[in-house]
């Protein structure tokens, strides 16, 4: 085996790789001869695979750098290998050298944990327990991929933000969808993956749900698990079904469950409804109308722009996206139009998009009909992939996500000038200006949203939106950056518990922020083209830079002409000339 010391003199004289190499081969040894640890080497092993992927953008020599300073400005990759070396010595390397009764003494074998990292409360609550990661559902957590979906999500994302919710981070799931599309898809398998995880069911204490495009939160308090699970073993399909119930054929959570005052904030007046309800099958009716004919003309609907199999599939319906509380009482959260035509049923080649296809001008139409009639206090908003969703007009991802906030009281300090979302990543697939229900979140100050959509052209020029990688989407994007984040986490807490501190700052939020963007300004400086860079530009970046380093207030400068840049961002969304933040990586990013 080799030692600690000889592995980092390797790394500083250029052989990373063979380091990991080393390493690999050493647990792929100790994994199969102590099944025991097998949860922990897995995870040291996915980490490694992670850290060798990405050391071919690493300069073969770093011998002038000391840690601390590859701590500051260089490469990521090469910090986690060097803390990857210290917890396999300590937590696996060392472990299966003590006696399995010692272990087994210090915590009661039936709530023994998977996560073996034990770390001290004070570093959970410094490090972890202030973070929050929320995503949306479909095309995000789930890849939609008929057959293979409920699979990759166990496979791939499950195990993530199990480990995650085990180091004591908060999770928020937020998605248009009804309670049924939820409970029945992702809380079924994530339910199922905790169990065969052998992780403690308690950990769900760590998910909040929001449905019916955030206008109903779901949390699951300890008592409220007690008393739903209560004692004994459980198979997974016993305790999905006793944190469920069904009611005409639909599957909802428990009533307990059910944040009832958010509801009270979210619901629909019971007096608008009929209302509403008017104005959506006239509309209806006229689409029905206009699909029943031979409309390949018609400048409205133009069917010829779209891929459709048989044109009866799509003849909306109204649904009533409603909610029980304890006495029966039905709450209208959202009432939705589905399925209608929206750009992602375009062909390729007929420029349909998100501003001029079928769905918006069904939405526009609305908007009009809610206005003219005196119903300006709520909103159309284009749902899903082939949905229109009503509901009041303050709520949105981001009103939920602003609620979760301020109840956990995560918020960043406003002496720093931080921003509420500054604990805070958001993941989602429609961040479009104008057309993606996971927008509205980059109006939270100091939040930073990662837009895995699969057309990377809709995605705004945001200073709080970015594009991790060009060539991948969805839950492949969610999956590295789960990673990138829980080895950031166990990093802090093992440096937090040793009394060392790192640069990098204490949260694991602010860790992965700050890893994210050095690596980013690195990566642009050592691939800038000079010779197509003017004095003027250089100037600019100069006066930037310059403003950043001074120790003085002129430094909130920046952030002024940020947020700046971001209102005219959104004013000029027409303007086709300007890319996605993030979309300059390469394909091999």
Not at 37 to 59: A, R
Not at 78 to 107: C, H, M, P, R
Not at 353 to 369: C, G, L, P, S
Request: with cysteine.
């Amino acid at each position: 085996m080799k030692e600690k010391k000889a592995l980092k003199t390797l790394i500083g004289e250029g052989h990373a790789e063979k380091v990991v190499e080393i390493l690999l081969t050493e647990l792929d040894g100790f994994l199969a001869i102590d099944n025991d640890k097998s949860d922990l080497i897995d995870t040291q092993i996915n980490d490694l695979t992670i850290i060798s992927d990405n050391l071919k953008s690493i300069p073969s020599k770093l011998t002038k750098y000391d840690f601390e300073q590859l701590e500051r400005y260089r490469n990521r990759n090469l910090l986690s290998l060097l803390s990857s070396i210290d917890i396999i010595y300590k937590d696996i390397f060392n472990i299966t050298n003590q006696d399995d009764a010692e272990l087994s003494g210090t915590v009661e074998e039936e709530s023994l944990p998977v996560e073996v990292y034990k770390f001290s409360l004070e570093a959970y609550r410094q490090t972890t327990e202030n973070c929050l990661i929320a995503a949306d559902i479909d095309k995000t957590i789930l890849s939609q991929d008929k057959g293979i979906e409920e699979k990759k999500f166990k496979k791939e994302i499950a195990p993530l933000l199990i480990q995650a919710a085990q180091l004591h981070t908060n999770i928020a799931l937020i998605t248009g969808n009804s309670m049924h599309e939820l409970c029945t898809r992702f809380f079924k398998w994530l339910v199922y993956a905790i169990h065969e995880a052998g992780a403690d069911i308690k950990i769900l204490t760590r998910f909040h749900f929001f449905c019916n495009s955030g206008g109903t939160y779901v949390y699951f308090t300890s008592e409220i698990l007690r008393t739903a699970v209560g004692e004994g073993v459980l198979t997974a399909e016993e305790l999905y079904n006793r944190l469920t119930f069904k009611k005409d054929r639909k599957v909802f959570f428990i009533r307990e469950a059910i944040h009832i005052e958010y509801i009270n904030r979210t619901k629909i007046p019971e007096r608008d409804i009929n209302h509403l309800l008017e104005i959506l099958n006239d509309v209806k009716k006229q689409i029905n109308e206009l699909i029943s004919k031979d409309s390949q003309q018609s400048a409205t609907y133009e069917p010829n722009k779209y891929h459709i199999d048989n044109i009866e599939n799509y003849k909306p319906e109204i649904d009533l996206r409603s909610v029980e509380s304890f006495s029966g009482e039905k709450s209208i959260i959202q009432i939705t139009l589905k399925p209608v035509l929206s750009y992602h049923s375009a062909k390729k080649g007929t420029h349909v998009n998100h501003k001029n296809d079928f769905r918006t001008k069904i939405v526009e139409e609305i908007r009009k009909r809610l206005h003219d009639q005196g119903f300006s206090n709520y909103d159309v908003k284009p749902g899903g992939r082939t949905s229109i969703d009503i509901t009041l007009d303050k709520l949105d991802k981001a009103y939920a996500l602003e609620f979760l906030i301020d109840k956990l009281n995560i918020q960043g300090s406003k002496r720093l000038k931080e921003g509420d979302g500054a604990h805070t990543i958001y993941l989602g697939d429609e961040v479009i200006v104008g057309g993606g229900n996971d927008y509205p979140v980059t109006r939270i100050p100091g939040l930073l949203v990662f837009a895995v959509n699969e057309d990377k052209g809709y995605v705004p020029l945001h200073s709080r939106v970015i594009v991790p990688y060009t060539n991948l989407s969805g839950p492949e994007v969610v999956e590295k950056v789960l990673r990138a984040y829980n080895f950031g986490a166990k990093m802090l807490l093992r440096k937090h518990d040793e009394g060392q501190q790192l640069s990098i700052g204490k949260s694991a939020i602010d860790a992965l922020k700050k890893n994210y963007f050095l690596s980013r300004i690195i990566n642009k400086i050592e691939n800038w083209n000079l010779n197509k860079t003017t004095n003027r530009e250089v100037q600019i970046l100069h006066a930037i830079v310059t403003l950043i380093c001074r120790e003085d207030s002129s430094k909130g400068l920046i952030t002024m002409l940020v947020n700046e840049l971001d209102s005219i961002m959104e004013l000029i969304d027409e303007t086709k000339d300007f890319q996605a933040i993030g979309t300059s990586y390469d394909e091999s990013d």
